[in-house]
């Protein structure tokens, strides 16, 4: 597999503008972390509001990550194990909050389910907090509220040319010690030094071992033409600014067009061969499936065949301590599920239409048996399996047919 790490923006990229991962975009990035691909959602939002994408895209299970605050923190979706972290210091939110009031902005930051502000009825803050299911909590004394040393900070107006002239007063005040820069219109936002998405990138990727050329990043702002640059790959959205796309080696399409998911088929899904997907990865991330509590492993793959093996034990016999048919069918429609979901094109999925066996004679628990599965036709809209299950002394025990409908992606 070329690419190891998925890099993903969120608002603008994953996400589209009703700020939902389309159903095409999902399946396909569910795919690709099948074929061992790692995901890593690079947002400016915190944590907390990542946690329910990284939930629906399953990140935990397939060992993926999230980088939130523009690069001030990554965190493993498995644990939520803090792989890298760069905070503000207290002593400098009497500074920035001075010039907030000063100005007449607004200020706020994070802290757990709660988006901290001195103006929490301001339009801009009420919807920070919204989208991502936080609560908005006002206080006053912003500065001596604020008892931790937060990723990051972000003054509010809709006074953009004032918000450009602090910006660049800070960049020449705060340089060595704070990061400043404007994520949206009416944000200005005060990070720590050095922070960004590319930087942070950077220091996970030392981490895993990555190597550049080994990572796709898909953004669409401004925030993204670091990582874009940094990754072997980077894709710009089509809804991004002019100056974003001369940034990228890619330019794919916007995310109400499903862009993520047409580079990803494009770059990744389309370039997969049979000996390259790992099996070792699929049987591991399985663990909590059906297929792996019945214990059910992938052992080989190619063109032109799959096998997997599954023991006969409690979990799949029936009362007498034979092998139990409805397991064998299962056993049958994980073989045929894997070599169909490879064989078919990028902007495919397969969905499983019919299967059924001839049960010829018995497996007995203690025993391991091998389901063997070819290819006997491979349609337009559909794939037709033969999987012969055995047991591992060359009995057949059963021969199973499995059919499986092939769809074109919306």
Not at 259 to 280: C, F, H, N, S, Y
Request: hydrophobic share 40%; net charge negative.
């Amino acid at each position: 597999m070329k690419y190891k790490l998925l890099v993903l923006d969120v608002d603008g990229t994953l996400l589209n503008d009703a700020k939902e991962i389309s159903k095409r975009t999902l399946a396909t990035l569910r795919k690709v972390q099948q074929m061992g691909v790692r995901i890593m959602l690079a947002s400016g939002r915190p944590t907390y509001g990542l946690l329910p994408l990284a939930k629906q895209l399953e990140l935990g299970t397939y060992e993926g990550y999230i980088l939130s605050y523009n690069g001030g923190q990554i965190i493993s979706a498995k644990n939520g194990e803090v792989l890298f972290e760069k905070r503000i210091s207290p002593e400098m939110l009497p500074y920035l909050e001075k010039k907030a009031r000063k100005s007449g902005f607004a200020i706020l930051t994070y802290d757990e389910n709660r988006v901290v502000s001195n103006d929490a009825d301001n339009e801009h803050v009420r919807y920070e907090a919204a989208i991502n299911g936080m609560v908005p909590d006002r206080q006053e004394d912003f500065s001596i509220a604020i008892d931790f040393a937060p990723c990051k900070v972000m003054l509010v107006s809709d006074d953009e040319e004032a918000l450009v002239a602090l910006e660049d007063h800070w960049r020449r005040r705060l340089a060595g010690v704070m990061d400043v820069f404007r994520s949206e219109p009416h944000f200005l936002e005060v990070v720590g030094c050095s922070v960004d998405k590319a930087n942070s990138l950077a220091a996970l990727m030392s981490q895993l071992n990555i190597q550049t050329e080994e990572v796709m990043a898909i953004g669409d702002g401004v925030c993204d033409v670091s990582m874009l640059q940094l990754a072997g790959l980077g894709v710009a959205m089509g809804n991004a600014p002019d100056s974003v796309k001369r940034c990228a080696d890619y330019v794919t399409l916007s995310n109400e067009e499903d862009g993520v998911a047409v580079a990803v088929e494009k770059a990744i899904l389309a370039e997969v061969r049979m000996t390259e997907i790992p099996l070792d990865a699929l049987n591991a991330h399985s663990k909590s499936t059906l297929m792996g509590n019945l214990g059910i492993q992938y052992t080989f793959a190619s063109e032109e065949r799959i096998e997997a093996t599954m023991p006969v034990d409690h979990r799949n016999r029936q009362p007498f301590g034979i092998l139990h048919g409805g397991a064998t069918l299962a056993l049958a429609e994980t073989v045929a599920g894997l070599g169909s979901m490879v064989a078919c094109q990028p902007d495919e999925f397969v969905v499983g239409m019919q299967v059924s066996g001839n049960h010829i004679s018995s497996a007995h628990e203690g025993d391991t048996v091998r389901a063997v599965g070819t290819i006997v036709h491979k349609g337009r809209s559909s794939h037709v399996w033969n999987v012969d299950v055995f047991t591992s002394t060359g009995k057949l025990v059963s021969s199973v047919r499995v059919v499986n409908s092939v769809m074109k992606r919306r």
